[in-house]
């Protein structure tokens, strides 16, 4: 399967009052273009740390990170922000929606910020649609429930149709049951709009749904499947 991102020796040393600690070290893996990667571990284990550094937020301290064909690590920090800004989308566990704004809103408003060309009114609802928020979109976020606020961040990532979404710890703050509708939403996101997610998790309830699994431990991975 073709990847969309791909590490090689990545490794990510932070610099503490006790010395160096290595939060990744020597992480191989391939994400596959349009598929769901999970990456999955105890709190600690170093996947949220992983995450930023494929999302282009961090840099690693060793090793490469390919987007594509492109090394992101020699990239300069106006080129990583243009990355960002066109070709990737993320969602974190804080919701962080407008509260003066509505559903629909929210997710224009993201589409004003990456200067979408298109209609975006149309693309707003369409992907209000996808999450299943047809319905709620003129509500402003104190009206719905986290599930749902949760569901318009994912439409806000995606509007401008990125290439990778990623999510941390998405479900982190929901129920089991909204949590799985959730990560259905990213598996129909791959198989409806061909974006690439990688998600990260602690909870094995949500693991099968992967097409592809890491798990990570004390910052190396221990399995892939």
Known sequence: MEYMIKTEGVGRCFKTSGGDFWALKNINIEVPKGA???LKGRS???KTT??????????PTEGQVFFED???VKMNEAERTMLRRMQIGFVFQSVALLPMMTAFENVEYALRLTNYKGDRTARAMECLKLVGLA????????ELSGGEQQRVAIARAIAHSPKVLFADEP????DTVTGLQVVKIFKELTEKEGVTVVMTTHDTGLMEIGDVVYELEDGEVVHGE
């Open 36 to 38: 769901l990667t999970i």
């Open 44 to 46: 600690g284990s170093g």
């Open 50 to 59: 992983l995450l930023n550094i494929l999302g282009a937020l961090d840099d």
């Open 70 to 72: 492109t090394n992101i």
């Open 135 to 142: 319905q709620r979109m003129n509500h402003m976020p104190q």
């Open 171 to 174: 479900t982190g703050a929901l």
